[in-house]
């Protein structure tokens, strides 16, 4: 799945896209998205300049990104998935089990890898780990909530 078709399910533009490929995809079970990490991201100009280092929080999202591709194609298939992408969001709802084992650096290609730990059609749970090479960087356990489009407003508690 490359870049345009995660686009066409996630709602996440640049800046905030953390992942530029998905590699392999089970439905209900597993996912593998890369991350290419250059310089040029704009986190680089202001965390660790001169020694730059991929923000933690970024690479859980990575993880977290992949996750809700995952959620969404495990819930549904063909035209049911076009009309889950356009009615619903992914919510991240939290985050365990957080360890990060190695910084992350320009030139690095981030891999990770997510389980389905819990599959609901609202309430998903995975099991994450990202890679750079075959060096283990982080590790979180994710949980995230597919979710009416219509309902953000009233969920997040804000008025028009």
Known sequence: ???????????HRYP??????IVEMEPNKRGVGIKNVTFNEEFFQGHFPGHPVMP?????ESMAQIAGVLAFVSSASGE???????NKVVYFLGMDNVKFRKPV???DQLRSEVTITRGKK??????????VEDALVAQADIKAMLIARDSEAES???DD
């Not at 905030?16 to 490929?21: G, H, N, S």
């Not at 049911?80 to 356009?86: A, D, H, I, R, S």
């Not at 998903?124 to 890679?131: E, H, N, P, Q, V």
């Open 1 to 11: 799945m490359d870049v345009r078709r995660i686009m066409e399910i996630l709602p």
């Open 16 to 21: 905030f896209l953390m992942i530029d490929r």
């Open 56 to 60: 933690g929080v970024l690479i859980i």
């Open 80 to 86: 049911e998935l076009e009309k889950e992408v356009q």
């Open 105 to 107: 650096v320009p030139g």
């Open 122 to 131: 609202t309430v998903w749970g995975f099991s994450c780990k990202a890679y």
């Open 156 to 158: 997040s508690g804000q």
